[in-house]
């Protein structure tokens, strides 16, 4: 599907306290996150692959942003192509210094239905240290049944609350 060299940008974020920037680059054939930390020439200071450390699920479409405490956080969409399903949405928080873990979590939809692809849109800090998650979950493979789901979760990544609602209950404006 891919070429064993591509690569696909997906976020970049300036830190204006540590100085330079940090990145997310998706590597398709891979599926594999790499999380890029560079100071303010470019130059690599640090990196890693991201994939859960409790079940070795690969991610794509990543999230990066700070955590109100100047560490980064990334929201990804964690799946497996091989079996074309979704685990749900990841969320990660990494040192600033070394990108270690610090804490992982994952979200899924209620289970009220089955789910084809959970797709994360984004990942924002709130006011009170805590995230603020959206998504576009898809129950079927045509992509016509959809949901959005926003989670709140705290600095620890535990959910407070969720929301979801029904795209297929949506009237179109005339």
Same mark, same amino acid.
Request: hydrophobic fraction near 35%; include cysteine; charge should be negative.
């Given at each position: ?17 540590q100085g330079?920037?940090?990145? *997310? ?30 079940t070795n699920? *690969? ?20 799946? *497996? ?55 576009? *979950?898809?129950?079927?493979?045509t992509y ?31």
């Amino acid at each position: 599907m891919f070429n064993n060299n591509i690569v696909l940008a997906h976020d970049v974020v300036v830190l204006p306290n540590q100085g330079g920037y940090a990145a *997310t680059v998706w590597q398709p054939n891979l599926d594999v996150i790499h999380l890029y930390r560079l100071d303010t020439l470019g130059r690599t200071l640090w990196n890693i692959n991201l994939k859960d450390s409790l079940t070795n699920t *690969t991610f794509s479409f990543a999230h990066l942003n700070i955590s109100q405490d100047g560490n980064l956080v990334i929201g990804t969409t964690k799946r *497996t192509w091989s079996l074309h399903t979704t685990l749900g949405i990841g969320l990660s928080k990494h040192h600033i210094n070394d990108g270690r873990v610090l804490w992982e979590q994952t979200y899924v939809f209620d289970g009220t239905q089955p789910t084809y692809l959970d797709f994360l849109t984004d990942c924002v800090p709130t006011p009170d240290g805590g995230l603020l998650l959206s998504s576009t *979950t898809y129950t079927d493979s045509t992509y016509r049944q959809s949901l959005l789901m926003v989670i709140k979760t705290d600095g620890a990544g535990m959910e407070q609350w969720r929301y979801t609602h029904d795209y297929n209950a949506i009237v179109p404006c005339p």
